[in-house]
């Protein structure tokens, strides 16, 4: 089975982190289009949440 379309991986091609892992170096866009880089968060506790935006094909 090949990634999607405007993917790199299958979900399954991925390493599953569990309770206590750290987690990797990443980059998110946020709603407003800033990048948001977890590295700028090292030593605080950060909490991550991802919400659908209804109706806007995103």
Do not use: C, Q, W, Y
Not at 11 to 26: I, K, M
Not at 29 to 36: A, M, Q
């Amino acid at each position: 089975m090949t990634a999607p379309v405007g993917r790199t991986k299958l979900a399954s091609d991925t390493a599953t982190l569990r309770v206590g892992d750290a987690a990797p170096a990443f980059t998110l866009r946020s709603h407003d289009g800033r990048e948001i880089v977890l590295g700028a968060f090292l030593g605080k506790k950060v909490v991550v949440a991802f919400f659908a935006f209804a109706f806007t094909n995103t």
